[in-house]
């Protein structure tokens, strides 16, 4: 079992299809939804974590992909420009998904995308704007 | 009992012998040591911050054009710049912005020059017998410039707020994005490694002393604004709130990059993270107790951001912060920081490494600091019009 987030984009006409309740029953992928923005016949955009078997989750997406949904791992969506980063530790204040973190020894910023959750407080918190995170 | 000159420490710096340690080393030194002993086995402690100080800023002396003008009116990449001071000098502040472009400001400019970019210069005056030009639009360099030199009023605060919200409504200070509701709590000061913190009360640092300035050697050239010595201390002598701060000098064209950066505060403005380093000679141990301070022993207050007037909630020490979490209200809140510790220590390294290769010798200042200083208030002296 793995456990992976994705950005998944829906086209305007996806709405009516239950494609994450075929995630889970076609493909035994256990999903837990970290953040959605839906405008009906317009987009709608998904922070989506799946756990199941590598082979499923692969498979799982390319059901997706077929279902013309544009799905992209997390990491592929966060831009950090860390070699411009002066471990000040404002972006770990509002992390609370505590994807960021900062403290002993080294007092030096980490950052493990996976534990982002796409709130996005980072990108203004960042007093040198070196965060971009793409949702949509 | 050992009692040593600035002149005996400084022939030990040219000779190659002078024993440094950063205030960090010293104070792990002194889980073992006596003042006493450090002193006699100490000459000098480095100590270093970097943090965003918003008082800040550049004097820049363009030079003069021919025909030339008297520059009244002056923007640098947009940014307006002051124009009160005779023809082609004026004085860039770290904050100033075009309220149009409020992320690009006065810090970002002086990076840019510090990056060897070139800037924008438009200047507008009325025209005079002797300065009969009435515009120009041009572009400089650091190095086409006369003079750029940071001049800072008030930096390198002694000891500074931890900042918490406990309204349920998010905000965004300059002491970063405070989550509502008591979610989280910042601090700014390098604790135990933070200059004034280890001479608190300037038996070593005043008027004169050189200091390290964004990388290069710079001087503490008066107190800084905002100068306070009667605010509360705690048993170690530390006042428990920001008290003192130092007005510094530095010639930017020497500076790096490295130890100077622009900053943007979301829906505050533009401030300038500023890189400090300040050797403290052990004269004494009185000194040697002085710098050996830990982070157990600094307090500081925890003020509600989100409240009018910033009421106090509560004292919490740099130990404490740095374990992650305070308790606030009874709750446990999640802090951060919001200076570089990681900074500040490169600094205190390479500054103690400056000295112990004879390159930076401390410096008697030439006057100390007032003492029994106090704020006053802005007062309104006219009522506020009913419409």
């Known amino acids: ?136 | 009992m050992t009692i040593k000159t600035y002149e005996e420490i400084n022939r030990k710096i040219k000779a190659g012998e002078a024993v440094v340690l950063t205030a960090e080393e010293v104070s792990e030194m002194a889980r073992s040591c006596s003042p006493e002993e450090i002193a006699e086995r100490v000459d000098v402690v480095t100590t270093a911050t970097f943090g965003a100080m918003c008082s800040s800023g550049a004097i820049i002396n363009f030079g003069h054009t021919t025909p030339p003008i008297r520059m009244e009116k002056i923007r640098l990449n947009g940014v307006p710049c002051y124009e009160g001071l005779a023809a082609v000098d004026s004085y860039i502040g770290a904050t100033a912005c075009d309220p149009e472009k409020p992320e690009y400001g006065g810090a970002h400019v002086i990076q840019d020059l510090l990056e060897g970019k070139e800037i924008e210069l438009e200047a507008w005056g009325k025209g005079t017998d002797c300065y009969p030009r009435k515009h120009i639009k041009t572009r400089i360099t650091k190095d086409s410039v006369n003079e750029i030199f940071l001049f800072n009023p008030r930096n390198a605060y002694q000891n500074y707020n931890v900042a918490v919200n406990t309204t349920a409504r998010l905000i965004h200070t300059y002491m970063g994005t405070l989550l509502p509701n008591l979610r989280n709590a910042t601090y700014s000061t390098a604790g135990e490694l933070s200059p004034l913190l280890n001479d608190p009360e300037f038996r070593t640092i005043g008027i004169g002393t050189r200091i390290f300035l964004g990388g290069a050697q710079g001087f503490v050239v008066w107190p800084g604004t905002q100068f306070n010595t009667s605010k509360p201390k705690n048993e170690f002598g530390i006042p428990v709130s920001n008290a003192a701060t130092i007005a510094v000098i530095g010639n930017l064209k020497e500076m790096s990059p490295e130890f100077i950066q622009a900053a943007y505060f979301e829906k505050y403005g533009t401030s300038l993270f500023v890189g400090m380093g300040i050797p403290i000679p052990v004269l004494d141990a009185d000194m040697a107790r002085r710098v050996s301070i830990r982070n157990d022993q600094i307090e500081t207050s925890v003020l509600d951001y989100g409240s009018p007037g910033t009421p106090k909630l509560g004292q919490v020490t740099y130990e404490q912060l740095r374990s992650g979490t305070i308790k606030v209200n009874g709750k446990k809140v999640r802090t951060a920081p919001v200076a570089s510790l990681a900074k500040a220590r490169q600094i205190a390294s390479l500054l103690k490494k400056s000295i112990q290769e004879g390159a930076f010798e401390i410096t008697c200042p030439v006057q100390m600091f007032p003492q029994h200083t106090s704020l006053k208030s802005l007062t309104e002296t006219e009522g506020e019009k009913q419409p």
């Not at chain 1, 970290?34 to 078997?53: D, N, W, Y």
């Not at chain 1, 799982?60 to 969506?77: D, Q």
């Not at chain 1, 998904?97 to 709130?119: H, M, N, R």
């Open chain 1, 1 to 136: 079992m793995i456990k992976r987030r994705f950005i998944l984009n829906f086209p305007p006409d996806s709405g009516d299809k239950p494609l994450s309740y075929h995630l889970v029953r076609d493909y035994d992928i256990r999903i837990n939804i970290l953040k959605a923005e839906v405008f009906p016949g317009k987009r709608g955009s998904l922070l989506l974590e799946m756990q199941g078997t590598a082979a499923n989750i692969e498979a799982g997406i390319s059901y997706l992909t077929r279902h013309e949904v544009v799905c992209e791992p997390l990491e592929k969506r966060i831009r950090f420009q860390h070699e411009k980063c002066i471990n000040c530790g404002n972006c770990t204040a509002v992390c609370f998904a505590g994807a960021l973190t900062i403290g002993p020894p080294d007092w030096e910023l980490q950052f493990d995308k996976s534990l982002c959750v796409v709130c996005e407080l980072c990108v203004t918190a960042c007093p040198l704007k070196l965060f971009e995170i793409n949702f949509q």
